[in-house]
Nanobody, 121 residues
Framework: QVQLVESGGGLVQAGGSLRLSCVASGSIYSINAMGWYRQVPGKQRELVASLTSGGSTNYADFVEGRFTIPRDNAKNTVVLQMNNLKPEDTAVYYC???????????????WGQGTQVTVSS
């Protein structure tokens, strides 16, 4: 019913930049928020940044001003601009959307398939 498709991951040197993009499609009635999480093997998935439908953003402490979610995205799209990347940013990055599908009364989270980000030192 709902698909989240990510793009933009890859390999970059420390200090470089990457731009991740995620598009949600399907039987979407409304989206409360979209954002990005990341996960490394053996660790829990953690929030990187999120953007609500009202335009509020939330960033993890480790972002330290290096990552940005632009507010002026296309409909049902969330972008993560990552600058000054560090080797410790290496992870699989997952797109997340809190949304309500057509005909449903419940808001629930949906996930993309993940995109690998590797930062070399």
């Amino acid at each position: 019913q709902v698909q989240l498709v990510e793009s933009g991951g890859g390999l970059v040197q420390a200090g470089g930049s990457l731009r991740l993009s995620c598009v949600a499609s399907g039987s979407i009635y409304s989206i409360n928020a979209m954002g990005w999480y990341r996960q490394v093997p053996g660790k829990q998935r953690e929030l990187v940044a999120s953007l609500t439908s009202g335009g509020s953003t939330n960033y993890a402490d480790f972002v330290e001003g290096r990552f940005t979610i632009p507010r002026d995205n296309a409909k049902n799209t969330v972008v993560l601009q990552m600058n000054n990347l560090k080797p410790e940013d290496t992870a699989v990055y997952y797109c997340n959307a809190l949304l309500k599908t057509t005909g449903s009364i419940m808001t629930r989270p949906y996930w993309g398939q993940g995109t690998q980000v590797t930062v070399s030192s």
